[in-house]
């Protein structure tokens, strides 16, 4: 993901497919939706290639 000066995430793209194309899709819609703190050189705000990986789990319905 490319994190710009104000901490908003304008380029990603999936490095290593889940081998599922629904939750490459769902990683790719978090990072859209992702605002992080921008990197600094020097104290002044910066933009940066970062790597993140996502981990879905699916939880079984609760009885009620």
Do not use: C, Y
Request: charged content about 25%; aromatic content about 8%; hydrophobic content about 40%.
């Amino acid at each position: 993901m490319f994190v710009d000066e104000s901490g908003k995430v304008t380029k990603h793209e999936v490095r290593e497919s889940s081998g599922f194309e629904a939750l490459d899709r769902a990683a790719s819609n978090v990072a859209r939706m992702l605002r992080l703190a921008p990197a600094k050189a020097l104290g002044i705000p910066t933009g940066v290639w970062v790597q993140q990986g996502f981990t879905f789990r699916v939880d079984p319905p609760t009885a009620g």
